[in-house]
């Protein structure tokens, strides 16, 4: 007898022939979590099991971040062909409990001498026996004791519930756009979410930002990496352009200009990474740069997809994503960002594209571009 985790997985049910694929997937994503805790894991019969590790809260902590993963349970293993034991175990399980129960059998093992609702009878019988002030309610239970009969016996009362979505690494791959912000971690999370790899890119205006801005988004981009298997992030320096942008091109259009910048260069990374889109943090009508009118502008600059997975949410609605996800503490640190340094006073909310482009033809691009390449700092975390 000995403690696992039991593993469920959630919308990969619905993969046809594809589902031994996207299983694999999820196995590889399991172990890497649980590389540090040195967890065994292997796949059994639809189920991903974990075992041997040198922490199971920690293992547990970790495999509930993994995409792909819908829940997870501390799970007591047995031999199965010892029925009186198991039922003792089932009762040591519910011990502390007080209310309502159920047994709730899945036997997988056909082969097994009794059948799900002998089991549960069985068993709901010897737990009743010996705790006769507990009621069975196999409606509403405040507490459901699992018992799978596999080729072992395996037993639990707690599903801990775990990200969803998909294994990272089966949706393709995208480049997102990691500000020091609230929003840009979440709207990267939810795309991985999906299972899509992450690469970062992040603009720096040394020495208008501070490294202690750098350090914040790459601890931001730490955070992420747990679920996201690992992210590589692009530090580019920004503050050439900027300088030119600020000297050159109308006040209220330096933050539309700017964020065309932004997008060409995480365009030409995303070519470089075969990524398949950009991800930002960006929400309909949030700031003047955010408005549909501007958002028409900035996409005008890239030749691939942009995806804004938080374009109709509030930012009560990101706050209490970033909580969840654990990125809000450090997004709410007071460093400041690229965009906050050079801010007009009157950003154009309906930017005309005639005075964009009459802007950007004071600059040149190309070389511009091309150093801010050329000088970017790459972290693999
Ligand atoms: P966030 O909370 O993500 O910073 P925001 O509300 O501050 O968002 P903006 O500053 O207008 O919005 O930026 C919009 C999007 O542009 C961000 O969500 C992010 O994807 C991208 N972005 C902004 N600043 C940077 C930066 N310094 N480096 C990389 N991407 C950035
Ligand atoms: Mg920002």
């Known amino acids: 007898m000995r403690e696992i985790l039991l593993v469920r997985f959630g919308e990969i049910h619905l993969k046809g022939l594809n589902r031994p694929y996207f299983m694999r997937m999820l196995v590889e994503r399991v172990k890497n979590a649980v590389k540090e805790v040195k967890g065994h894991v292997w796949l059994n019969d639809g189920r991903v099991f974990v075992s041997d590790m040198t922490d199971i809260d920690e293992a547990l902590r970790r495999v509930t971040k993994v995409f792909g993963v819908h829940s997870v349970c501390k799970a007591v293993e047995m031999e199965k062909d010892d029925f009186e034991g198991i039922c003792a175990e089932g009762l040591r399980l519910l011990e502390g409990h007080t209310g309502t129960f159920k047994v709730n059998a899945r036997r997988s093992d056909k082969r097994y001498p009794m059948d799900s609702p002998t089991i549960n009878i069985e068993m709901g019988g010897y737990i009743l026996q010996r705790r006769p002030e507990l009621k069975v309610d196999v409606k509403k239970p405040e507490l459901t ?218 600059l040149d691009s190309e070389a511009l571009i091309q150093a801010a390449l050329d000088n970017t700092e790459i972290y693999e975390l």
């Open 145 to 362: 004791l699992s018992v799978e009969i596999r080729d072992k016996a395996y037993l639990y009362t707690k599903p801990v519930m775990a990200v969803g979505g998909m294994p990272v690494g089966t949706g393709g791959r995208a480049t997102l756009l990691l500000s020091g912000g609230i929003d840009s971690p979440v709207a990267g999370w939810m795309i991985a979410k999906r299972g899509v790899s992450m690469s970062a890119v992040h603009f720096h205006s040394f020495p208008y930002t501070s490294d202690r801005a750098k350090e914040k988004v790459l601890d931001l981009a730490r955070i992420l990496s747990e679920s996201l298997c690992g992210i590589r992030v692009h530090v580019v320096p920004f503050t050439e352009i900027q300088m030119q942008i600020h000297e050159k091109c109308h006040e209220d259009y330096t933050t539309i200009i700017m964020r065309r910048y932004m997008m060409r260069i995480a365009n030409a990374i995303a070519r470089k990474e075969r990524a398949l889109g950009l991800v930002t943090g960006e929400s309909i009508g949030q700031v003047a740069s955010q408005t549909m009118y501007a958002l028409t502008c900035t996409d005008e600059v890239v030749d691939m997809p942009v995806y804004r997975p938080l374009i109709g949410f509030d930012k009560q609605e990101i706050i209490d994503i970033a909580e969840k996800i654990g990125t809000m503490e450090t997004s709410s640190l007071p460093f400041e960002d690229c965009c906050t340094v050079f801010t007009p006073r009157h950003p154009a909310t309906k930017p005309k594209m005639e005075i964009i482009l009459e802007g950007e033809a004071k």
